[in-house]
């Protein structure tokens, strides 16, 4: 966490040996399409934009984007993956009776700048770190790639705020706001204005929709459960529908209606969770990471996984560190934070930390058996 005066602080994610890795998108795609052509004899199709679909008949419509010529594919099944903007979803499960969706934007903005590598392709900040510049209602965040550079998005509102992405109107009004809002960041990037334009203002929404299966095509992905990026589990949250429909393969056969409908009953719920995880982590991550009050929580929740693992899982370990699914962790995150809020306003946790007074605190709640979550 890097503090308006530069100064810095750190916070686990998890334990000793849990990171989280920041992966190329790019190359991922590029070695998951190497994989599907060499072990599923996959034949890959470019610049083909689907434009509808008939879910009965399993059928796709599609316009070449160079040549703008259409044709139709017609499949025992579709996976639709075409994104939080589903032209599947929009134009053909839409219309059906009885589809829900909604669409919410948040409030804020993102755009994205690239921190380059030093001239001797070094990083320029610790790379095994995911940095956070909170600031209250808007925040910048960076993360490394492989080349020594850091992709950082500043998250901000877009509206009527006092600090909002309007306001940022010409060079001089963003060199100014980085000077004096993230100054360590304008020392490592003082031509931060110059490069202001290179990425778009992007919006960030929440879709929710269901059912996610009919006739022969499945939703899957953003398809079916776009989120706001603030838990970074919206990729592994896709991955997760595939593996559940995997073993729904395995475990139904060829009995399509049983496995979609199998796949949409146990994944909803988790669709749902991770964005709601995804919407209290940002408030989280903008507003509370550098409060000494939130750090002391997760001080004390850290202690208490260290000396009963068994007992205690914290919320963010739970989602990045195990395989309990969203809705199971959503709502223990609930109960953890109601109990550590209880017991925050019964104790001094920071003199008890102090006097080295802790860990018997510790193991008096579970003696007297006080965690239930
Ligand atoms: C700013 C930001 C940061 C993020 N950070 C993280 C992170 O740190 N970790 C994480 O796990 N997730 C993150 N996510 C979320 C993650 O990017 C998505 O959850 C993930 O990419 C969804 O994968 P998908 O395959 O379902 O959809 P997409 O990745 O959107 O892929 C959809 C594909 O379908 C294609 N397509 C779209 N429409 C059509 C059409 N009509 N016809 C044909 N093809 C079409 C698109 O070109 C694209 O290739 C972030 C998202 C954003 C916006």
Known sequence: MHAMDGSLTHQPYGKEGQAIYSVSRGGMNARMMDIAERHGDAKISYNEVCYDANLEEGIV?????????????????VFATDGAFSAVRYNAMQKLPGFNYSQNYIEDGYRELLLPANDDGSYKMDK???????????????????????????????????????????????ENFFKATFPDFFEMMPNVAEAWEDHPL??????????WTSGKVALMGDAAHATVPFYGQGMNCGYEDCSVMWDLMNEYGDDWDAIFKAYQEQRKPNGDAVQD??????????????DPE??????????LSELYPDDYIPLYSQVSFSHIPYSEAYQKGKKQDAFMKDLMAKHNLQAMFDDGSVDSLIHDIIKNKELIL
């Open 61 to 77: 419509y599609l316009k070449n984007t160079i040549t703008g010529k259409t044709s139709e594919v017609k499949s025992d099944l």
């Open 294 to 303: 939130f750090l002391l929580q997760k001080r004390f929740e850290r202690r």
């Open 128 to 174: 095994n770190a995911l940095h956070i510049w909170p600031r209250g209602r808007f925040m910048l965040i960076a993360l490394a790639n492989e080349d020594g550079s850091f992709t950082c998005t500043l998250f901000m509102p877009h509206g009527n705020h006092e600090s909002s992405f309007e306001n940022l109107k010409s060079r001089g009004d963003v």
């Open 202 to 211: 992007s919006s960030l929404a929440i879709i929710r929709c269901y059912p």
């Open 277 to 290: 995880l995804s919407l209290d982590n940002y408030y989280v991550m903008r507003d509370f990471v550098g």
